[in-house]
């Protein structure tokens, strides 16, 4: 059974920091392209960061330069470090998962966990 599971959320003023992490387990993680995606209230799901198994990092042109996404095999996690938070980082963070980064492949989605960044 896979699981992905989210900590890390919550409740941050602007200009400050959260670190996101996102346990896998049930996957062959290492071979797996890691995402976080977020989903504020009346908008659609977004892609914010993703590293690839080999390492290789892609964000957001709106979280490049504050946020930093990365991966421990060893403990089967992937992290992202948000810094310099704005109100707009509001959202639900959702930690994915796909094998080689493949639509041949199933995708795997977290629960999710909630960042607030008042205004």
């Known amino acids: 059974q896979v699981q992905l599971v989210e900590s890390g959320g919550g409740l941050v003023q602007a200009g400050g920091s959260l670190r996101l992490s996102c346990a896998a387990s049930g996957i062959h993680f290492s071979i797996n392209h890691m995402s976080w995606y977020r989903q504020a209230p009346g908008n659609e799901r977004e892609l914010v960061a993703v590293i690839s198994s080999g390492g290789s990092t892609n964000y957001a042109d709106s979280v490049r330069g504050r946020f930093t996404i990365s991966r421990d095999n060893l403990k089967n996690t992937v992290y992202l470090q948000m810094d310099m938070l704005k109100p707009e980082d509001t959202a639900v963070y959702y930690c994915?998962?796909?094998?080689?980064?493949?639509?041949?492949?199933?995708?795997?989605w977290g629960q999710g966990t909630q960042v607030t960044v008042p205004s």
């Open positions: 994915h998962a796909q094998q080689h980064g493949s639509n041949r492949y199933p995708e795997y």
